[in-house]
Structures are given as C-alpha cells and as structure tokens.
C-alpha cells in the first residue's frame, strides 16, 4: 500500500442505530480517490462522489437486523492501492407496537387459485429491487410523496383478522383518494402495474441500491421503463390491494435493507443533518 495514501475518515449520520433506520456514511479521502466502497451487515455499497475528497454512501439496517455490535468497512482505490478504514456502529434492540386490522379474508388466507401469482409478484419485486442501477439516478433532497403526516408507524407487528403477518415495512399515510402522489426523488420506473397484496403500484430505482415502493393506487401515470424526475406526478392515491381505506403506503430499501422512508427524509431531505464525526 502507498504509504502517502491518507487513511478515509469516516463520518456517520442516523436518526439512531435501530433496525428499521437508514444510515448515511460520508468519507473524506485524498483527491486521487477512484472509487470508494463500504461494506456493513454483510452488504456492499458503493458510494458516491459529492466533491473532490468527499464520498458518501446509504446503508440501512434492516428491519430483522439483530442488536450488537458491527463494523463498517470502507475502501477508497487510490491509484494502484487500496486503503482501508473502520467504524463500530452499535444496534440497539427496538420495540415495535401491534396493530389489529380487518380485511377481506381472502387477503389474509389467499385462495389456491392467486397462490401462484402472488408467488410470482413477490419474486418479481425481489428482482427488480435487487438489480438496482449501478449509479446514483436521485440528486434533489427527498421530498413526501404526498403532503400528508404518516399515521401508521413503520415496523407495527401487523394482525389481519385476528392472525399475525409481517411487519409493516413501510410508513402510510391517510390521504384523500384520489390525491396526486409525486416521486421522492428522480430514478427509473421498474415496476408500474397491480399486485396482489400492494394494489395498483409502481417502483422506482433511484440507483446504489436505493429503492422507493408506492402502493394502493388508484391509478398510475407512468410507464416501466421510464425516467422520472424529483416531485413528478406518478399516480393517484387509491384503496387498491389489502386496504382498510383509502392511502398511500410508501416503502423503501437501502442495498436491499427494509428501512423507514421517513428516515431517508430526515438524512436526505431539504433539512438533513450535516453528519457527525
């Protein structure tokens, strides 16, 4: 290793170090940086440049991810080299609420006949969700999708119908039917059509593993395949899929990891923290 090449600092940014959390890592290199990648939980990110020396990279921790302590691996290819740094991060263990709902049974105990599409739509989302562009696709501040507060907790232990399913991995929030759903950030629509359990939905790929899910639409603006931009219109709220009502339900993974979008507002909004050393 060149021993001229200067050692990455690492600064970390998080609401708090629980599953369910996104995490921001900023990386200070020396100029002649080429690439920089950051290895945590048993995942890769690669991270992207915002200045000369300035690096930064997402990591969530996802939802099922077990209290203890990890660490963050980063490397920074500096010509022919590669140097190396570390950062412990410690999850804290975290209490998710119960919510009781009714629904229509056959969300609950599907009918043999929709077994195998359900099958399908699920490993249909997995693939799109993990062949996420290569590069960074977002750059504004993350925005709502909807002007409305978020009145379902992400991670509540959900119970349809008296019988427990898996936790909510997302935040919903109680809009009219009918109110216009915006994108959160630029990307590329890999998925705009009607899901089983999710209703009429569409999915955008806002690269480096970043991934935004919006479902129970009423309807859909836009087409798979297409480019969108920050605050671009992609639908309408709905009470499409297993519902109680009208709203939006916005999900979203960091390199795979099921984390609150919400977080992603708090770390990559208009108001985000500078990250803290």
Known sequence: MDAAA????????????????????????????????????????????????????????????????????????????????????????????????????????PPQTVLARIEDEAAFVRRVTAASAGQRLWSAPFQRPVPDPANSRFGTRSVYNGERRRPHAGADFLSAAGTPVKAPNAGRIVAARDLY??????????????VTLLAHLSSMDVRE?????????????????????????????????RVDPLSALALLGERAPSPAR
């Open 6 to 109: 200067p050692v990455p600092a690492v600064d970390i940014a998080a609401r708090a170090f629980t599953p369910g959390e996104l995490i921001v890592l900023t990386i200070t290199t020396g100029p002649d940086a080429s690439a920089v990648d950051v290895e945590l939980f048993g995942r890769r990110a690669t991270a992207y440049r915002l200045e000369a020396s300035s690096w930064q990279a997402l990591a969530g921790i996802d939802l099922d991810q077990q209290p203890g302590r990890y660490a963050a691996t980063v490397e920074a290819k500096i010509g022919a080299s590669t140097v190396r740094a570390s950062r412990d991060i410690t999850v804290s263990r975290r209490t998710f609420p119960e919510r009781k709902l009714r629904v229509d049974p056959d969300f609950v105990n």
């Open 197 to 210: 359990f999710t209703g009429q939905t569409v999915i955008i790929d806002h690269g480096l593993g970043l």
């Open 225 to 257: 395949g297409e480019t969108v931009t920050a605050g671009q219109v992609i639908g309408r709220v709905g009470a499409t899929g297993r519902v109680t009502g009208a709203h939006l339900h916005w999900a979203l993974t960091a390199g795979g990891a």
